[in-house]
């Protein structure tokens, strides 16, 4: 196999005229990417058999020229799977998230929500055969891969009746641009320490789609990879809701009808998420997130209890999911 370090550092001494750059490596992540850091510019190393690197040039132009700070790309070689982009620093806002500042800080990532959804782009509607290919995740990779479980009839059919309500759901609101990956390690803080001082950047957008409004909101207040206080959770959603009802963004829609569409919204999108966390382990060899699993299903089984049409789905992953998946090594 190619020693794709090497090559892309080939690419990057060429590009600067540098017959002594080095590049560091800053990290990886769940994708096949890798970071590098050189001559002020952060050097990227994404494999085009796997990473959507058309999609990430086209999108990055596109958030720039909305005022969304994003990384500008510099130069890219979509043979290979190289880009050069600029250097965003090393500061996420998971870096600097503690109960005292996540309101103040979650404020200011709301804030971009009306500027994201209105992006100037074509995209790909997460509409309903978007949906089945995320809905299939969670079957065939947490309860067969990870828990090797072999489901009834009547099992099948709560997991189509669960999914064909999380679907009306989501076809069912206000469509606009989605990030769908709009959480704190995808954020960046730049230009301060402080959410009165900072801007915050965006990353990690080349699965940007066009789908419901509260997708994003829902991923930020109900992150995988950090749970906090429910009042917390609920003024970050009364926060969205004024900041997008204020864009104009939710014309006839009440804040009942909101906060139901962004629960089952985020339903959905947690039930893939725990399905691709066993993925990532069971495929790819990233153990690393099996460890979401649990805080993950938990969002749904709250959301499960608040919503009569969904207490059947919660029961059965607290009867029959959860304590399997606490029986796993």
């Not at 060429?14 to 970071?35: E, K, P």
């Not at 996420?92 to 804030?111: D, G, R, T």
């Not at 829902?218 to 003024?235: F, I, T």
Request: aromatic fraction near 10%; include cysteine.
């Amino acid at each position: 196999m190619p020693d794709r370090h090497a090559l892309l550092l080939q690419w990057a001494r060429q590009l600067m005229a540098d017959d002594a750059l080095t590049l560091d490596l800053i990290s990886g992540d769940a994708s096949f990417r890798r970071y590098y850091r050189g001559a002020g510019l952060v050097w990227v190393d994404a494999p085009p058999q796997t990473e959507k690197n058309l999609e990430f040039v086209r999108n990055a132009a596109a958030l720039v020229h909305a005022g969304v700070l994003a990384p500008d790309v510099r130069s890219v070689d979509y043979e290979q799977g190289f880009l050069c982009v600029t250097d965003l620093g090393d500061l996420s806002l998971f870096a600097v998230l503690n109960e005292q500042s996540v309101s103040a800080w979650y404020s200011k990532a709301i804030a971009l929500l009306p500027h994201l959804s209105r992006v100037e782009l074509a995209l790909e509607p997460f509409d309903a055969a978007f949906m089945a290919r995320e809905n299939s995740i969670f079957p065939e990779w947490l309860l067969g891969h990870r828990l090797g479980l072999a489901l009834t009839d009547d099992e099948q059919a709560l997991l189509v009746r669960t999914f064909a309500c999380l679907t009306e759901n989501n076809l069912g609101q206000v469509q606009g641009v989605m990030h769908r990956d709009f959480h704190c390690r995808n954020l960046m803080v730049c230009d301060g320490v402080t959410p009165e001082t900072s801007r915050l950047a965006v990353i990690d957008f080349q699965d940007m789609v066009c789908g419901p409004l509260t997708y994003d909101l829902v991923s930020l207040l109900k992150d995988c990879y950090v749970r906090w206080p429910d009042e917390v959770v609920e003024q970050g959603f009364a926060t969205g809701y004024q900041c997008l009802a204020a864009a104009g963004l939710l014309t006839g829609v009440d804040y009942a009808s909101f906060r139901r569409h962004a629960d089952l919204t985020g339903m959905q999108r947690h039930l893939k998420a725990a399905g691709i966390f066993a993925r990532l382990h069971h495929r790819d060899g990233k153990s690393g997130y099996l460890k979401d699993i649990p805080r993950t299903l938990g969002y749904v089984t709250d959301v499960c209890a608040r919503y009569d049409e969904l207490n059947e789905f919660g029961q059965w992953l607290e009867r029959r999911i959860i304590p399997a998946l606490e029986s796993r090594p």
